[in-house]
């Protein structure tokens, strides 16, 4: 009896469950309780039909709001989306040269160049930094400096969990990230925030506005500030290299300071023309530092060791113009030109060039790198009964820089054949120098069908010439069913590419370091480089002209929707890239040509960027939310996900050593679990989230080290004070989980050297973090 | 409880509160104005809410046969603002937002309430505009426009309505 009672209630409940709110609910509400009822939440990202529900988009994508950034107390984008999506990862590394100076992130298990960014629909523009350190994540990679745009800034951040090249063209293989700015009816606020690390170091402050001013017709002009400061955290080792052993070298956070500005505006014209703009300016000055130089009887400057410190000054800024409206037959257009540029120009200071002691000065500057991209865009879209039809074309300009260092930071002696940079990181050499530009069309289409009960169907096409290597075409189809009304199955299959960022294509360095000769046991001082494809020394080793990635994909997902706000999301996902770039093993020279070659250059070893492997990554998402509202008016709102991803080299185009293939396989965690819980009740609002990550793994040359599966917990609880006023106090990792420490040691980098912990870990080695937020409304 | 009972209790308490459709939400909120709105015209057997262009079909499904002020709704659909007959609410959709200046002038002394979510209605001569804000519904209220077409508006809804005090 019992066990029929359970089946019939369940039964009662799928069944009819969509008639508890159906039409006679609705109707016995006031008009008071209707104004305070949220409606559900939409997305745009992934098509180019109006927003609709995320839950019944063909494609897997989650939507974080302004709302849901506010409770969650964080204050970097990377932080946001770590915070709420399960396989997101964020790192942060140190003594990793540029590294050191921008968040990496990835989705699925995948590159960090892998993910299109956009703001307000239009395309992100990447760093200029090239990450060349092989060790890390996002190696041989430029990416979009996620951290650029300020958080109070956005209205909603949309996570498309799915291929979509064949909408917005290059990178769009992992996913894409779409943001929007805060438009109009947003609220006015002030907010500040103050923490500090459980070891007492790494406090960070920072201080937003956010400020509305409304238009005709509903327009607006709204401009963001936000202020941030952070010190760095020392998580170092000590340096058993000087005696008595003892700290040296910084290992941890950086220090940093922002200033960002974001403006949205859209002018609302009597004729229903609207004319929009935003633009996002940031400014990050960033310091970190190299390896510590131990003292030297043969040196008279800094004969008793230095700590070489890595200076950078970062200059984003990006900014679209556009107008829109529409024409006869309601055919929607829009006009746009959007521009981004990035440069980060690199100092050191504190160090020195050991061929000039004891002249050599002390501070350099090493050089800027600088990146720039245009793009315009013209759209059409027009809605008939049950279709969307959109389409459009796009011009893309694009420009990377080298700029050189100063004479001292790469000395050279033609004469005694001495080349030397500067310790901590050589200066960029005239010969490295590159102003490289390229450019590219594109044509896209986009249809979707969407019968008015059950069935959403898409196609979008997209062709694109780059006046570098040539022209692709991809295909997006997505398939979307509802079989119950509450039940929608779904399935996407697409191609995709991602070009060589010209970083990739354009980029050089020759770095120096002290390393010991095995014959004669007396250190040397030897250059690495790292080269374009078309360098001599690259040829040498056989180098081939970079090509696109390409990708294929297919997703296979469902959704259950309890309620419009209840849900149950299962998405499968295959992708396959071919050619996937990556910077080639340290070489060295074997052949005769080979040695002399690499001796014109001042090499040792070399690499080059190369299509080197051809890989495959499946796995699966899970994700329960569910929104509660407790009898009187208290709410509990929880999102369980999980994810899983795995990375497989299908096969090598070129040698790749073990190590580097392990980074690629097993480099991040396969296994990640979300379970954010928000209990909101009166005035308090209490925030408990636990978060957990499966083992991964790091190399040291071919010989791989596993860091165990970790697991932190965040709290918050925050306390309206009035309308205008609320505070709160959190804790991120509160119990100070730590990542393993490297199952090996030598003097740098070991559980017993200067360098504990793993650059890779999702969790990173700065422990617990607490917090205090104060906000005014006005 | 066991596991089983657990599952079955979420599932019972996942079906108990719900999200709304906006396109729903709207809908209820046009049916509940209507109570807050004097009209100044001769009685009729039903209280007519047309909506233009657009087939959202729950005016039909929540509205139809409800009473407003005793008299049951009737709901019309239309296509062409040149068909409008007489009507209490007019509901113009977002694809007529081109044509909003040769709608106005169509109502004219109709005594007619308008309502719509096209952006800046309140403000293009339009009496009562739905826009969002916090994923909520919200009203705003253009009351020289309502007293131009010889309606009244409760001062209760003007409460909880953000007023646009000028028609530009």
Known sequence: ?778 | MNIKGFIILLVIITNMYAYQLEDKLKVAIVGKIAKFVQWNKPATKNFSITVLNTKNQFFKTLLEGKRVNSKPIKVIYINNINNLKDSDILYISQNSSQNLQSIFKAIKNKNILTISDIRGFAQRGGMIQLYTKNQKLKLRINVSNVKAQNLKIKSSLLRISTLVKENK
Request: without cysteine.
């Open chain 1, 1 to 778: 009896m019992k066990k029929f009672n359970y089946t019939f209630l369940t039964l009662a409940s799928l069944l009819f469950s969509h008639f508890l709110y159906a039409e006679g609910s609705l109707s016995k509400d006031s008009l008071e309780d209707l104004l305070n009822e949220k409606i559900e939440l939409k997305s745009q990202v992934g098509s180019r039909d109006t927003a609709k529900n995320y839950l019944d988009s063909s494609s897997a994508v989650d939507v974080i709001t302004a709302s849901q950034i506010e409770s969650s107390g964080q204050t970097q984008l990377t932080d946001v989306l770590k915070y709420f999506i399960a396989g997101f990862n964020a790192t942060t590394s140190s003594i990793t040269d540029a590294k050191d100076h921008i968040v990496s992130f990835t989705l699925r298990g995948m590159s960090s160049d892998q993910i299109l960014v956009l703001v307000n629909g239009k395309r992100v523009h990447t760093s200029a930094i090239f990450i060349e350190n092989t060790g890390v994540l996002s190696s041989g990679t430029t990416h979009v400096d996620l951290n650029t745009i300020p958080v109070i800034s956005i209205e909603k951040i949309e996570i498309l969990r799915d291929g979509a090249a064949a909408q917005y063209g290059s990178d769009a293989i992992s996913g894409v990230i779409s943001i929007t700015l805060k438009g109009q009816n947003s609220t006015n606020e002030i907010t500040t925030h103050a923490g500090v690390r459980k070891e007492g170091d790494g406090s960070h402050y920072q201080l937003n506005s956010f400020v509305s001013i409304p238009l005709n017709y509903d327009g607006f002009f709204n401009i963001s500030l936000s202020g941030d400061k952070q010190y760095q955290t020392q998580r170092a080792g000590v340096d058993r290299r000087v005696d008595p052993a003892d700290l040296h070298t910084h290992v941890g956070l950086p220090e940093s300071q922002t200033l960002a500005v974001v403006l949205n505006s859209e002018v609302v014209l009597e004729n229903n023309i609207v004319l929009y703009m935003d633009t996002i300016l940031n400014r990050r000055d960033t310091q970190s530092s190299a390896f510590y130089r131990i003292l030297s009887t043969t040196r008279v400057q800094y004969a008793d060791g230095f700590l070489p410190m890595m200076e950078s000054q970062i200059l984003d800024y990006s900014g679209t113009l556009g107008i829109k409206g529409s024409f006869i037959h309601n055919w929607q257009w829009s006009l746009s030109n959007t521009y981004g540029y990035n440069s980060f120009d690199y100092n050191s200071k504190d160090t020195m060039n050991y061929h000039l002691d004891p002249n050599s000065p002390t501070s350099f500057h090493l050089g800027k790198l600088i990146f720039i991209q245009n793009s315009t865009n013209f759209d059409l879209k027009k809605k008939l009964d049950n279709f969307t039809i959109a389409g459009g074309i796009e011009y893309r300009y694009e420009n990377y820089q080298i700029k050189a260092g100063d004479p001292a930071s790469y000395y050279e002696d033609t004469e005694l054949d001495i080349k030397s940079g500067s310790q901590g990181y050589m200066g960029y050499t005239p010969e490295q120098k590159v102003d490289a530009s390229r450019d590219n069309y594109a044509l896209y289409l986009d249809t979707s069908y969407k019968n008015s009960k059950n069935l959403n169907a898409q196609v979008a096409l997209r062709y694109e010439d780059y006046s570098d290597f040539g022209s692709t075409q991809d295909v997006k189809l997505s398939l979307g069913y509802k079989i119950l009304p509450k039940l929608l199955l779904r399935t996407t299959l697409s191609t995709g590419f991602r070009a060589p960022s010209l970083a990739q294509s354009n980029y050089s360095h020759t770095s120096s370091a002290l390393t010991k000769n095995d014959l004669t046991e007396e250190d040397e001082l030897l250059q690495k480089g790292i080269f374009t494809v078309d360098n001599p020394v690259s040829q040498s080793l056989g180098a081939k002209a970079l090509k696109p990635e390409l990708s294929k994909h297919l997703t296979l997902g469902s959704v259950y929707q309890f309620t419009n706000k209840s849900s149950f999301m299962i998405d499968a996902f295959y992708i396959q890239v071919d050619d996937k770039i990556i910077i080639s093993d340290k070489l060295a020279p074997i052949t005769q040509e080979q040695i002399d070659i690499f001796a014109a250059y001042g090499v040792s070893t070399a690499s080059y960027l190369t299509n080197a492997v051809n890989t495959q990554t499946f796995g699966i998402d899970i994700k329960l939310n569910n929104n509660y509202t407790f009898k009187g008016g208290a709410t509990l709102n929880s999102i369980l996900w999980y994810n899983y991803s795995k990375n497989e080299i299908i096969n090598f185009n070129e040698l790749l050593s073990e190590g580097r293939a392990v980074v690629i396989e097993k480099g991040q965690p396969g296994h990640s679990v979300k379970f954010l819980n928000e209990y909101t009740r009166g005035k308090f609002n209490y925030i408990v989230n636990l978060n957990g990550y499966s083992k991964f793994y790091q190399t040291l040359g071919d010989t791989a080290y596993k860091f165990g599966a970790i697991l932190t917990v965040d709290l918050n609880i925050n306390y309206k004070i009035n309308k205008a006023f609320d505070i709160s106090l959190g804790a991120n990792n509160i119990f100070d989980a730590m990542p393993d420490k490297w199952d090996r040691s030598n003097e740098y980098l070991g559980y017993d050297g200067i360098i504990p912990y793993p650059s890779n870990s999702p969790v990173g080695p700065n422990g617990a973090y607490y917090y205090l937020n104060a906000k005014w409304k006005f």
